[in-house]
């Protein structure tokens, strides 16, 4: 028999169909809904931002048109923490990544938590990726077949022991096939738009959220050029990432990017597109999804720098590290721009994840 899943249902399309086709398969399927989200201070959105009602109500239906059990858990405490890193890398001049934070300690952690205790053999989620069993027998994480929609990229961080236990029953279907699955089935969420911002952040606007979050962390600083010569004044490094052209709030004639952030000094540096790019990276807190290779030994692999990067070749290599946590350097095959502390690298060999980590700094140098 397949077995007892916990399914975690945002009230999208894909949650949805996964729900239908684990139910097809012969799941015994509980449907868990996380409210995620913070309370807004104006009391007319205190609304949650994240999971909302409406979210809410959606997972509540399609769990009722297709028969089973469904429950909101309340996670907020939880997400508190992730919002509150999300407004603190910002201000130490980084670019944060909160998805991956949510399906590794959330999806992947609290649910599944909740999950073993309900009696559960394994939990599901919608993420367009794909659980494959490598010729050792393990398994492993692996690209969505839709590349357009693949997800695989921010699910580096769930424990490899959980692995033979993750199901994701969508990852084997384009997104049009997902669309068709729930229009056919006559499931009312077969055209809701994907979510397509921060799912806690109202608007969009990053910067006028962490700056009511952290009103007391916000200081002005210089903007300069690659020589130090100051250009302008700004009002908060958060504003800026590495690799952003719009909003700097300077005319020069030509285009520049932001090439540096120095969070003490809060200084950015912009310069020329050619300054962008980086030969390699420094990353921490490592999460490998194989037996990791021996310290200083590279090995080939494709690096994947952002969710929208195409992952390129090249070698990752496992460093000695004082702070005594994973740290692994990886080097492009060819020189990549905007290299953004806080954000993530996934590295891969074919389509199956080899691991990934937070990106520390960006190598200047060959």
Avoid at 118 to 127: L, S
Avoid at 267 to 287: C, H, K, M, W, Y
């Amino acid at each position: 028999m397949p077995g007892r899943v916990v399914l975690a249902m945002s009230g999208g399309v894909d949650s949805s169909v996964a729900a239908y086709l684990l139910k097809e398969r012969g799941y015994d399927v509980i449907g868990l809904f996380m409210r995620t989200g913070a309370h807004g201070d104006d009391p007319s959105r205190r609304a949650k931002t994240c999971c909302s009602v409406t979210d809410s109500l959606d997972a509540r239906g399609v769990a009722d048109r297709l028969d089973i059990p469904f429950q909101a858990l309340d996670f907020e405490k939880d997400f508190e923490r992730i919002i509150d890193r999300f407004a603190d890398e910002y201000l130490a001049g980084r670019t944060p990544n909160p998805c991956v934070l949510c399906n590794s300690r959330l999806k992947f952690g609290k649910l599944w938590a909740y999950g073993r205790k309900a009696g559960a053999d394994f939990i599901a989620t919608g993420h367009h990726a794909r659980i494959v069993v490598d010729p050792t027998g393990r398994s492993r994480v692996a690209r969505a077949i839709d590349r357009g929609k693949d997800q695989s990229y921010v699910l580096f961080e769930i424990h490899k022991e959980i692995l033979p236990k993750v199901l994701f029953p969508v990852g084997e279907l384009t997104k049009a096939e997902v669309r068709a699955i729930a229009r056919e089935i006559g499931l009312p969420v077969h055209d809701k738009p994907d979510s397509q911002e921060i799912c806690f952040v109202p608007d969009d606007d990053h910067v006028s959220f962490v700056r009511s979050r952290r009103p007391d962390a916000v200081l002005a600083g210089s903007i300069v050029d690659e020589s130090g010569r100051k250009l302008a004044d700004h009002q908060g490094i958060e504003a800026f990432t590495i690799g952003q052209r719009k909003g700097l709030g300077i005319a020069i004639g030509e285009p520049r990017y932001v090439v540096q952030i120095e969070p003490i000094s809060r200084t950015v540096t912009i310069g020329p597109r050619e300054s962008l790019d980086r030969p390699g990276l420094i990353a921490a807190q490592f999460n490998w999804h194989v037996e990791p290779p021996a310290t200083n030994k590279p090995i080939a692999c494709q690096a994947q720098i952002r969710a929208q990067h195409r992952a390129v070749g090249a070698s990752a290599m496992r460093i000695a590290s004082d702070q005594g946590d994973e740290r692994v350097e990886v080097r492009f095959e060819i020189p990549q721009p905007a290299v953004a502390p806080g954000q993530v690298v996934t590295i891969y060999q074919e389509d199956l994840v080899l691991g990934g980590g937070w990106i520390e700094s960006a190598m200047t140098s060959d």
